[in-house]
């Protein structure tokens, strides 16, 4: 099983990036909980999104509600983390995980199993 993140780059702040997961080895239907975690140089690594593979009822953490959206296309295996009005704040490395049952402790990194390897995101002010 592999995670394949991708869609990072340098934007000026209020632009928007798209990032995506691809999954090899496995459909995401095999997983019932999809992640999307940052960090930064220094800091600890930040919950952004969880989206439930059942229903597709999706989570976000405070600092990016109402900016950010995930995504997923079933045909494409892939996940996607839409990035709007975008932050100095928010650049990081960001990661892609996924666990093969829900947890109610979706925003742990602690309990994915699966990660990708990271795509960095700068934003420039």
């Known amino acids: 099983v592999q995670l394949q993140a991708s869609g990072g780059g340098l934007v000026q702040a209020g632009g928007s990036l798209r990032l995506s997961c691809a999954a090899s080895g496995r459909s995401f239907s095999g997983y019932a909980a999809m992640g999307w975690f940052r960090q930064a140089p220094g800091k600890e690594r930040e919950f952004v999104a969880a989206?439930?593979?059942?229903?597709?009822?999706?989570f976000y953490g405070d600092s990016v509600k109402g900016r950010f959206a995930a995504s997923r296309d079933n045909a494409k295996n892939t996940l996607y983390l839409q990035m709007n009005s975008l932050k100095p704040e928010d650049t990081a490395n960001y990661y892609c995980?996924?666990?093969?049952?829900?947890?109610?402790?979706?925003?742990?990194?602690?309990?994915?199993?699966?990660w990708g390897q990271g795509t960095q995101v700068t934003v420039s002010s």
């Open positions: 989206r439930r593979w059942t229903g597709g009822t999706t």
């Open positions: 995980a996924a666990r093969p049952s829900w947890s109610t402790a979706y925003y742990d990194p602690e309990r994915y199993n699966y």
